[in-house]
């Protein structure tokens, strides 16, 4: 069965350091998106992608944050300047189409550590 | 995305059927009903949607009142692996706008007795 891969699995960082996370989205799949999900609490919405460009970011994606497309496979989120309130579970998740009837497939997520 | 309401907690025993409920009195009409788990240190995984009939898969079965305030998923024989936070989830029918996001709630953490 398909599935939408992230990597690294965890990384750990300095605070003020810029970190790169990645995503493979499932191969036919049209729509991406960033979750994340602080330890203890729910999971939250970050930022959805289509057609190489953001379709809807929350208040949490502020400028430090950006995505990427940057080739026809991986799906990137980086955090320019990592803060310590940063240290989360981020989950990518991917889906063929958009609507009150698609599915989102997550990823296995990456644990960002900031120290 | 309308409001749903779901227990904080419930328990079961395995290979028992658990009815996990949820609650959204203020649906609209073009709202589909999406329930997603979050298995430990897993992300969330889709289980099953439906908009007014009652829906079966190989996961679970979602049964939607007539009036569509309410919802419950079904897990007709619970195993350890159902151990999980179960999230329900309103969805509008039309795309676009803030159709992008799923908004999760704190969900319903099911215990599964051995």
């Known amino acids: 069965e398909p599935e939408v891969t992230q990597t690294p699995s965890h990384q750990v960082t300095q605070m003020g350091q810029e970190v790169i996370l990645r995503c493979v989205p499932i191969s036919n799949h049209l729509y991406f998106y960033w979750y994340r999900q602080i330890l203890g609490q729910k999971v939250e919405f970050l930022v959805s992608?289509?057609?190489?460009?953001?379709?809807?970011k929350s208040e949490i994606f502020d400028d430090q944050f950006s995505v990427e497309r940057p080739d026809g496979s991986n799906f990137t989120l980086k955090i320019r300047s990592t803060k310590l309130e940063d240290s989360a579970m981020y989950f990518c998740?991917?889906?063929?189409?958009?609507?009150?009837?698609?599915?989102?497939?997550f990823g296995a997520g990456t644990r960002l550590s900031v120290l | 995305d309308a409001k749903t309401t779901q227990p904080n907690s419930m328990e079961s025993n395995e290979e028992e059927p658990v009815h996990l409920p949820c609650n959204h009195s203020?649906?609209?009409?073009?709202?589909?009903i999406h329930w997603y788990r979050q298995l430990p240190s897993q992300g969330p995984e889709y289980v099953i949607h439906g908009l007014t009939s009652n829906v079966n898969n190989r996961m679970a079965s979602l049964a939607i009142a007539e009036d569509r305030k309410s919802s419950t998923l079904i897990l007709h024989r619970a195993t350890l692996r159902d151990a999980a936070v179960y999230y329900c989830i309103l969805r509008d029918l039309n795309s676009g706008g803030s159709n992008y996001k799923l908004t999760f709630g704190k969900g319903t953490l099911l215990t599964v007795n051995p």
């Open positions: 992608f289509y057609n190489n460009e953001i379709s809807e």
């Open positions: 203020t649906i609209s009409g073009t709202d589909y």
């Open positions: 998740a991917s889906s063929a189409n958009r609507g009150g009837w698609d599915i989102q497939y």
